[in-house]
């Protein structure tokens, strides 16, 4: 299963700005250019997003934040890579370690909790906006709901990839009511820039990420190379359905994903269904997690069950030891899906099965 003291003011809102068409959810107003990030009391006056429907919710951020927390990982590595590590005051929901490149910026903000922070936690960072990646994260039994922090001037976002075309209203991590894009992504990638007022540099992000995606689906064929996505837990373990971020990245290289035929984002399965002639897939894709919260969390430990459970070192890919390892936040929605493409597209090559 993936994831998982007095605010300051706000500055009043500042009338007569001009509505733009926003490449994620709803309407955005940026008037200001892209600027460096400055330290607090730099924003751009003259200033306000206004986003329509993020996630059923209207967003409306009339400054540029320079106290921002990012309470789940994937939002926290997008706010580093537009360089924006000296305006935010915290970080929480950690999974991994920090995208490789990021460390030096990483290390500038604090980290209010691996797991979820607290919500007065979180205020006495005193926050002017906060972002995340989950609807859990911003939902009861996470940080806190978005009413909350609303209701102290705290504008929140969250990321469309967990609500564009996903239903979450059941039990488990949703279901997809359509397949997700990178486009999602990308979507966030400029929804955040432009909140903090650096569009340009959301642009240039987006193109090197859409860029190392064709690079690493070019130059092969994988339709015949049938591939597993295992996310944590040994015993009744989530593996990906059809159409999240491991759908991204089968798709794009035109690979099969051996439960594509179920919406259900990360469905528990049991092992019997995997190693069924009609399943056993060519390739494991596995979670190497840093955290402890199921079984068999790590790499190590998953192949260590693989190659000793009588049903499941019989499996094609086991008995041929074809992994690929990828961080759990390679296999949620976020900027390192990319990694997820370009380690997949690899090893399937280096594993014969590119046609």
């Known amino acids: 299963m993936p994831l998982a003291h007095p605010v300051r003011s706000a500055v009043p809102f500042l009338a007569g700005v001009l509505l733009l068409t926003a490449t994620g959810c709803g309407t955005v107003t940026t008037p200001a250019p892209d600027r460096p990030a400055g330290g607090a009391g730099k924003a751009k006056t003259g200033y306000s997003v206004v986003l329509d429907d993020n996630c059923g919710r209207p967003v409306r951020v009339e400054r540029a ?63 002017d906006f906060a972002a995340a990646s989950f609807t859990y994260t911003l939902g009861k039994g996470g ?56 569009p340009e540099r959301g642009e240039k992000l987006v193109a090197e990420l859409r860029a190392r995606v064709t690079k690493a689906a070019s130059g092969g064929d994988f339709e015949d190379a049938t591939v597993l996505y295992w996310f944590a837990n040994a015993e009744a373990p989530y593996m990906a359905g059809c159409c999240g971020a491991p759908g991204i990245v089968s798709r794009e290289l035109g690979a099969k994903n051996v439960f594509d035929d179920t919406k259900e984002e990360w469905p528990q399965i049991n092992w019997e269904t995997v190693a069924d002639r009609d399943r056993d897939p060519d390739v494991l894709v596995i979670g190497d997690l840093t955290r402890r919260s199921q079984s068999a969390e790590s790499a190590a430990k998953k192949i260590e069950f693989l190659e000793s459970d009588p049903v499941t070192r019989s499996m094609t890919a086991v008995r041929n030891k074809r992994y690929v390892l990828l961080s759990g936040q390679a296999l949620n929605p976020t900027i390192r899906t990319v990694e997820a493409v370009e380690k997949v597209a690899a090893a399937l090559r280096s594993y014969g099965l590119a046609q």
Request: aromatic share 6%; proline share 7%.
């Open 65 to 127: 934040p320079e106290r921002a927390v990012a309470l789940d990982q994937g939002a926290a590595e997008i706010m580093l890579s537009l360089g924006l590590a000296d305006r935010m005051v915290g970080t929480g929901t950690w999974t991994d370690p920090v995208l490789k490149g990021l460390e030096k910026e990483n290390a500038k903000v604090p980290r209010l909790a691996d797991r979820y922070p607290s919500f007065e936690k979180v205020l006495d960072a005193e926050p």
């Open 143 to 198: 940080v806190a709901t978005r009413e909350r922090f609303e209701e102290l001037g705290v504008p929140t976002y969250l990321s469309p990839t967990d609500c564009v075309g996903k239903d979450n209203s059941g039990d488990g991590d949703g279901v997809r009511v359509r397949p997700l894009t990178m486009e999602t992504v990308y979507g966030e990638i400029r929804d955040l820039a432009r909140i903090f007022a650096v």
